[in-house]
């Protein structure tokens, strides 16, 4: 049973008046039905412009499915391109119409408004838990950075459930409401809202730039903030923007521990509790305290310097853009994983042979290495696992490819999914659109964080072996290097010339060990060495 | 030719129907044309508005021409009896531009300052916070990186020097209080040092503390003696952690966190600055929103540009009931309490706090009880010519009182107007200054600037008088300049009557609002009815088009046969 993955791609452009440049939507939804060979798309965003401030959209609705299916992805970016494009390339695409409607219950989601917007708040619910509503109807008024917007349901329903309540904030992407399609379904989606409220959205807000590889940030760790009281005593003491970030992040406010002066919780305390990287604004503050001459005796201690590094003059600094400070973050965190290093030898004359052969059909190096390195993960399940939690295994059950690419100063890693179970062909298509998209930044998060073994090759640079960080989160990453004819004696002695190409895989000693890297090192030699399979 | 000008002058705040006002200047206009003025918005006065020192050069220079002109008269012939013809008590910006039109007109005029010229707001108020806000402003542009990126611009890790920028405001102040001084100088404006008090019908005192007082006699007195900055009780301020816009403009600190209490134009200002410099911001207002006083549509969008994005948080409904000091080792504590129920709403802790609540009348020892004056709450009661009631509800004859002292609207520029108002009835013309036509800006990034009535007010009043009201509203996305900044976030918004074209509010909210206003309350103060002035022509591509497409935007009632006033021939 193949899963179908199949994404279309909306961009809209809103009405003059409103942010020519800026606000195009674009939404892509993908659903996956497991075990079914069905699709269900569901459009978007329709703008349906009435004043300036008011700007209806219809919702974005996914399906839940409620067997033991994978969860559905949702993801939203925003683009600045003008014209339509529809990339809808999958042979899946006409059999969606015909597909049975499998869920019954139907997130709401906070849509994202403006391309700065990366949380809404709700102003307020048009609608209550109980009402009946019919396509395009106005159910939610959410805030944005710019305007109260109307948003709009596409879906006929009753709202079961409303999971962020007025005033209170959601990220982008994180569903705010149920709708549940019978009555009969009210209290199942209830029991849902109840668990989703206390297990948020895991989905990164969109941001205009793409974050960086494997940039999956760790889950929060909070329950679903209690709206952090601003009026009313309070032991807790949070600067403003403290209590921002703590929503945004969803980090219970209580659960912190301030360091700031007074022992109040900052910025920096919530960052912290949020693992996320010190936000580019805070930096600057830190820039200008240390500029400002000594405050008043009443002013609490500048903060120290954090770097002792001497200045060598002439030097310029650039603060690092989104991905950069997120590479950054992720290369700092890789030290606490206990990695170790399995280098092989790869033959690879059959492979340029087969290479010369599909080059002109439109299959890369690329695609076949991420083939290979599919088909042989699939031998060896446990390189495609991960340790999360330094407790357990876990366990992917798809084998998704991510390659590392070089892009505008910065590395991102679009992610071939069941890199395994698609054809190469196929597999190369998707290649090229999510290189297309890398260099436009319209790769949406789950085509950039859902790698469950990385491929980098260096190889077209000359390098004939290196070093590969893990990135946190994945089991293992194999570094490809440069292939070059070499001497090779067989067992008789005779000399002969062969390609080589060495690969040298890093991999995560908690749950992969040497012989597991050496005995999928060996398959992934022999299927490269005998690469017809790959084609098949 | 200017027979169309008064009449809007005087129009609609006063209580005569507008018919009978046209009628009453029509005829006064045919008998001495040029000697009207209007509304007292002279370039002169706006000039100090500003905080180009250029433009202050330009305006001294012109003066001193004025005064090679008006020396026929000269400031030297007092009438009969008297030793001046005006004497004003207060130099700051009301009383410098009662001087300069009273010297204009040929009066002998004096004027008594017991600190330094220039007033609040060259010293303590408009002028160095500008320099602020200049300032802080860059620093916000530099450090949005999306901002610049998407000029193509690379700024490496922007950086302040807080002296500098205390040194930036403090020079202005400085410049613009000699500018103001010599301009008084060059006029021969008699500058009177000392605490000014009126002994009795035109008769004032005046001296510094300690030394010789003097009396001196005059046919008229306006006092301008201003404001303060007003601390509520519990609130005790040490100039240091606990501080009043005074302290603040010369930012002698930027706490990382600061509260402000009050959210109107001052409170707005500053957030704006200690954000764009680093600090964190809670806002403690007492009514049940913040900027009251906005329209609130504009307060909305504001807020969301304004507030929101922004380290600020804030608390509405609540009163500062007390503000203790940072001392021994302890942050600024505020205690707060419900505004309606007085029940505490607990505390904050805090680097400092800016008291922000509004400014106080100040009109001690002025000596009003010698003739029979009482001051409400402070401020001193007069009637909309700015005449001076006593006790008794009587007018008391050749006492006038103009800017923030009488509370009618505590505006630099308003002042000022208001004193040239005066100087034009103590010269024997009547003169009514239509407070509806005087601009207010808040200068926060982008700025904001309304004229008239918000929508609430225009509705009310409409349904009061019986007309419509229709509103019109452009975007500043809509605009090519704006866009061009990268500074599409704004809207400009009118109130107006369709049957007849007046306007009635104009309301701005995005980049350099402030300076945008003023075609809006220009046309105010001049009668032009929208159908005129949209065919007014703008440069092309200039922010000004977000005024041209709001008056193109208007929508009239068909029978619109009668336009408030005439075309103006300039």
């Known amino acids: 049973?193949?899963?179908?993955?199949?994404?279309?791609?909306?961009?809209?452009?809103?009405?003059?008046?409103?942010?020519?440049?800026?606000?195009?939507?674009?939404?892509?939804?993908?659903?996956?039905?497991?075990?079914?060979?069905?699709?269900?798309?569901?459009?978007?965003?329709?703008?349906?412009?009435?004043?300036?401030?008011?700007?209806?959209?219809?919702?974005?609705?996914?399906?839940?499915?409620?067997?033991?299916?994978?969860?559905?992805?949702?993801?939203?970016?925003?683009?600045?391109?003008?014209?339509?494009?529809?990339?809808?390339?999958?042979?899946?695409?006409?059999?969606?119409?015909?597909?049975?409607?499998?869920?019954?219950?139907?997130?709401?989601?906070?849509?994202?408004?403006?391309?700065?917007?990366?949380?809404?708040?709700?102003?307020?619910?048009?609608?209550?838990?109980?009402?009946?509503?019919?396509?395009?109807?106005?159910?939610?008024v959410v805030e944005s950075d710019k305007a109260d917007m109307d948003?709009?349901?596409?879906?006929?329903?009753?709202?079961?459930?409303?999971?962020?309540?007025?005033?209170?904030?959601?990220?982008?992407?994180?569903?705010?409401?149920?709708?549940?399609?019978?009555?009969?379904?009210?209290?199942?989606?209830?029991?849902?809202?109840?668990?989703?409220?206390?297990?948020?959205?895991?989905?990164?807000?969109?941001?205009?730039?793409?974050?960086?590889?494997?940039?999956?940030?760790?889950?929060?760790?909070?329950?679903?903030?209690?709206?952090?009281?601003?009026?009313?005593p309070r032991k807790i003491v949070a600067t403003p923007y403290a209590k921002k970030l703590a929503k945004q992040h969803k980090i219970d406010i209580n659960s912190v521990v301030g360091t700031g002066p007074f022992g109040r919780i900052?910025?920096?305390?919530?960052?912290?509790?949020?693992?996320?990287?010190?936000?580019?604004?805070?930096?600057?503050?830190?820039?200008?305290?240390?500029?400002?001459?000594?405050?008043?005796?009443?002013?609490?201690?500048?903060?120290?310097?954090?770097?002792?590094?001497?200045?060598?003059?002439?030097?310029?600094?650039?603060?690092?853009?989104?991905?950069?400070?997120?590479?950054?973050?992720?290369?700092?965190?890789?030290?606490?994983?206990?990695?170790?290093?399995?280098?092989?030898?790869?033959?690879?004359?059959?492979?340029?042979?087969?290479?010369?052969?599909?080059?002109?059909?439109?299959?890369?190096?690329?695609?076949?290495?991420?083939?290979?390195?599919?088909?042989?993960?699939?031998?060896?399940?446990?390189?495609?696992?991960?340790?999360?939690?330094?407790?357990?295994?876990?366990?992917?059950?798809?084998?998704?490819?991510?390659?590392?690419?070089?892009?505008?100063?910065?590395?991102?890693?679009?992610?071939?999914?069941?890199?395994?179970?698609?054809?190469?062909?196929?597999?190369?298509?998707?290649?090229?659109?999510?290189?297309?998209?890398?260099?436009?930044?319209?790769?949406?998060?789950?085509?950039?964080?859902?790698?469950?073994?990385?491929?980098?090759?260096?190889?077209?640079?000359?390098?004939?072996?290196?070093?590969?960080?893990?990135?946190?989160?994945?089991?293992?990453?194999?570094?490809?290097?440069?292939?070059?004819?070499?001497?090779?004696?067989?067992?008789?002695?005779?000399?002969?010339?062969?390609?080589?190409?060495?690969?040298?895989?890093?991999?995560?000693?908690?749950?992969?060990?040497?012989?597991?890297?050496?005995?999928?090192?060996?398959?992934?030699?022999?299927?490269?060495?005998?690469?017809?399979?790959?084609?098949? | 030719m200017q027979s169309s000008i008064s009449l809007s002058l005087s129009s609609p705040s006063i209580t005569r129907s507008d018919r009978t006002v046209v009628d009453a200047f029509a005829a006064n206009n045919s008998l001495t044309p040029r000697s009207l003025r209007f509304c007292g918005l002279r370039r002169e006065v706006l000039g100090f508005k500003s905080v180009s020192s250029t433009q202050l050069v330009a305006s001294s220079k012109r003066r001193q021409l004025n005064k090679v002109l008006a020396s026929l008269s000269g400031n030297g012939t007092p009438t009969k009896g008297f030793d001046y013809d005006l004497v004003i008590i207060g130099a700051g910006v009301g009383g410098h531009g009662a001087a300069l039109h009273a010297v204009e007109k040929g009066l002998k005029t004096a004027i008594i300052e017991g600190d330094v010229v220039g007033g609040t707001c060259v010293n303590r108020g408009c002028v160095p916070s500008k320099a602020l806000l200049a300032a802080s402003g860059r620093m916000r542009e530099l450090q949005n990186e999306h901002h610049m990126k998407a000029f193509g611009l690379q700024v490496a890790a922007a950086a302040y020097d807080r002296q500098g920028v205390a040194d930036h405001a403090n020079n202005l102040a400085s410049k613009i209080r000699s500018n103001l001084t010599n301009s008084l100088k060059a006029l021969g404006v008699d500058i009177l040092t000392g605490v000014g008090t009126i002994l009795g019908p035109q008769k004032v005192k005046y001296g510094k503390v300690g030394f010789d007082e003097s009396v001196i006699t005059t046919k008229d007195v306006i006092i301008a003696t201003g404001s303060v900055p007003s601390v509520p009780k519990g609130i005790e301020v040490d100039g240091k952690t606990v501080i009043t816009s005074d302290h603040a403009l010369k930012l002698e600190f930027v706490p990382d966190w600061i509260a402000i209490v009050g959210s109107g134009y001052i409170g707005l200002e500053f957030s704006d600055v200690y954000t764009a410099l680093g600090s964190e911001v809670t806002f403690v207002e007492a009514l049940d929103q913040l900027m009251p006083g906005f329209d609130p549509e504009i307060g909305k969008l504001a807020q969301r540009v304004l507030i929101n994005p922004r380290k600020i948080d804030y608390h509405t409904s609540v009163f500062a009931s007390k503000i203790t000091p940072a001392k021994d080792g302890k942050p600024v504590l505020i205690e707060l309490i419900d505004a309606k129920t007085k029940e505490p709403k607990g505390t904050l802790e805090v680097d400092a706090a800016l008291i922000a609540t509004g400014r106080a009348p100040f009109t001690k020892g002025l000596g009003l009880e010698n003739i029979n004056v009482e001051t409400q709450?402070?401020?001193?009661?007069?009637?909309?010519?700015?005449?001076?009631?006593?006790?008794?509800?009587?007018?008391?004859?050749?006492?006038?009182?103009?800017?923030?002292?009488?509370?009618?609207?505590?505006?630099?520029?308003?002042?000022?107007?208001?004193?040239?108002?005066?100087?034009?009835?103590?010269?024997?013309?009547?003169?009514?200054?239509?407070?509806?036509?005087?601009?207010?800006?808040?200068?926060?990034?982008?700025?904001?600037?309304?004229?008239?009535?918000?929508?609430?007010q225009a509705r009310e009043k409409a349904e009061k008088e019986g007309f419509d009201v229709s509103v019109a509203k452009t975007s500043f996305k809509a605009n090519t300049k704006a866009l061009a900044e990268n500074e599409g976030e704004g809207i400009a918004k009118l109130i107006y009557r369709p049957d007849n074209g007046e306007i009635l509010g104009v309301h701005i909210f995005g980049l350099h609002a402030a300076d945008l206003i003023h075609e809006a309350s220009n046309a105010i103060a001049m009668g032009t009815s929208i159908q005129d002035i949209k065919f007014a022509v703008h440069a092309h591509p200039t922010l000004s088009e977000v005024l041209d497409e709001l008056f193109k935007a208007a929508k009239f009632k068909v029978n619109n046969s009668s336009p408030v006033a005439e075309p103006v021939a300039v």
């Not at chain 1, 149920?178 to 297990?199: C, P």
């Not at chain 1, 903060?303 to 290369?331: H, L």
């Not at chain 1, 004359?349 to 390195?373: F, H, R, W």
Request: glycine share 6%; charged share 15%.
């Open chain 1, 1 to 140: 049973m193949l899963t179908l993955r199949s994404a279309q791609t909306l961009q809209l452009t809103p009405p003059r008046l409103l942010r020519p440049f800026s606000l195009l939507y674009l939404i892509i939804l993908f659903i996956s039905l497991y075990r079914f060979n069905s699709i269900q798309l569901n459009e978007l965003i329709k703008p349906n412009s009435k004043t300036l401030n008011s700007l209806s959209f219809y919702t974005m609705a996914s399906s839940l499915l409620q067997s033991r299916i994978p969860a559905i992805s949702f993801s939203s970016s925003l683009s600045s391109g003008i014209q339509w494009r529809a990339s809808a390339a999958f042979p899946a695409k006409p059999r969606r119409k015909s597909s049975p409607v499998q869920a019954k219950i139907r997130e709401i989601f906070m849509p994202a408004l403006s391309s700065t917007m990366t949380e809404g708040k709700i102003v307020s619910w048009i609608k209550s838990e109980g009402d009946v509503l019919s396509k395009g109807e106005s159910v939610v």
């Open chain 1, 151 to 232: 948003v709009e349901t596409f879906y006929d329903g009753i709202l079961a459930a409303i999971v962020v309540g007025e005033g209170e904030t959601a990220p982008v992407g994180a569903p705010i409401g149920l709708l549940a399609e019978t009555e009969e379904e009210i209290g199942e989606a209830k029991a849902k809202a109840a668990n989703s409220s206390s297990a948020p959205s895991t989905h990164p807000p969109a941001a205009s730039t793409p974050p960086p590889p494997s940039a999956v940030a760790p889950p929060p760790p909070a329950k679903a903030a209690a709206p952090v009281p601003t009026d009313g």
């Open chain 1, 266 to 536: 900052t910025a920096a305390d919530i960052e912290a509790a949020a693992g996320i990287a010190p936000s580019k604004s805070t930096i600057a503050n830190v820039a200008s305290v240390a500029a400002t001459p000594a405050p008043v005796a009443a002013a609490p201690p500048p903060k120290a310097a954090a770097n002792n590094f001497v200045e060598i003059p002439g030097s310029t600094v650039v603060p690092f853009t989104t991905m950069q400070s997120a590479v950054s973050k992720n290369m700092v965190e890789s030290l606490s994983v206990p990695t170790f290093r399995v280098g092989y030898p790869v033959a690879t004359d059959a492979l340029d042979t087969l290479y010369e052969k599909v080059k002109p059909k439109g299959v890369t190096m690329t695609a076949l290495l991420a083939k290979a390195a599919a088909m042989a993960l699939a031998q060896h399940p446990v390189v495609n696992a991960s340790c999360k939690d330094g407790k357990s295994f876990t366990y992917n059950s798809s084998i998704n490819i991510a390659v590392a690419v070089a892009i505008n100063g910065g590395l991102i890693t679009p992610v071939l999914q069941d890199a395994d179970k698609l054809d190469l062909y196929l597999l190369s298509q998707k290649w090229k659109e999510l290189v297309e998209k890398a260099r436009a930044k319209q790769l949406q998060p789950n085509e950039y964080n859902s790698g469950t073994f990385t491929l980098s090759n260096l190889g077209m640079f000359g390098v004939d072996r290196f070093d590969a960080i893990l990135p946190p989160g994945q089991g293992a990453i194999m570094a490809v290097g440069a292939s070059k004819p070499t001497v090779v004696a067989d067992k008789d002695g005779f000399f002969s010339v062969k390609s080589k190409m060495l690969v040298n895989v890093t991999a995560d000693h908690r749950v992969i060990y040497g012989a597991d890297l050496a005995a999928f090192l060996q398959t992934f030699s022999k299927i490269v060495e005998n690469p017809d399979s790959l084609t098949m």
């Open chain 2, 377 to 456: 709450r402070g401020f001193v009661p007069v009637d909309e010519r700015m005449h001076v009631i006593d006790a008794n509800g009587k007018l008391v004859p050749h006492l006038y009182c103009i800017g923030d002292a009488n509370g009618k609207m505590m505006l630099a520029h308003a002042a000022s107007a208001q004193g040239i108002s005066v100087v034009e009835q103590v010269c024997g013309k009547d003169h009514v200054l239509n407070h509806l036509s005087i601009p207010a800006a808040c200068f926060t990034h982008p700025e904001i600037s309304m004229v008239g009535l918000t929508e609430p």
